[in-house]
């Protein structure tokens, strides 16, 4: 079971002092927080891409780095970083071959049915499912959306620059879509 393989290598992570070399503090060396697609090809390479390592920024990550709302928890975690964390920047990073790219959302609610949630589930919600798990057309797009949404919060310092880019996730190679300095 992966919980036991988890528990049992933390258990000698503790002991050998592993841990000890990613010490660091919660504010952001490099003061900037980052909004990432949750894709498991990131993990490591965005942050080795971007020449970042443990401590040097905040990393948010949703499907397809969207933001959706703009009093969702995303963005809520994204003013905390600002205004609480030391944050000054803010970089936006989606990725090319996107699973949200062309979701289909219909496909989404129906492989949901066949893993058991009943249509009343669905019935309950105060949103349209279909509309909540909407993918996007081109990354590129998506990325000027949540940069927009970014930009356009109430909340945020107006000297705060909010840089929109897409990784490729084979190489690491980083496309500026939005510079926020300009």
Known sequence: MLLDDILEHNDQFVNNKTFQQYAT????????VVLTCMDTRLTELLPKAMNFKNGDV?????AGAIINHPYGSTM?????????LQADEVYVVGHYNCGMSNLDS???????????IKQENFDQLEIN???WFQGFDQIEDSVKNSVALI??????PTDVPVHGLVIDPATGKLDLVINGYD
């Open 129 to 131: 499912p279909h509309d």
């Open 106 to 116: 219909h496909q989404l609610v129906e492989q949901m049915k066949q893993n058991g």
């Open 76 to 84: 809520r975690s994204i003013l905390v970083a600002i205004h609480a």
């Open 58 to 62: 905040k990393i948010l990550k949703t």
């Open 25 to 32: 503090d919660s504010v952001p060396n490099k003061h900037a």
């Open 151 to 156: 930009n356009n919060h109430p909340l945020l």
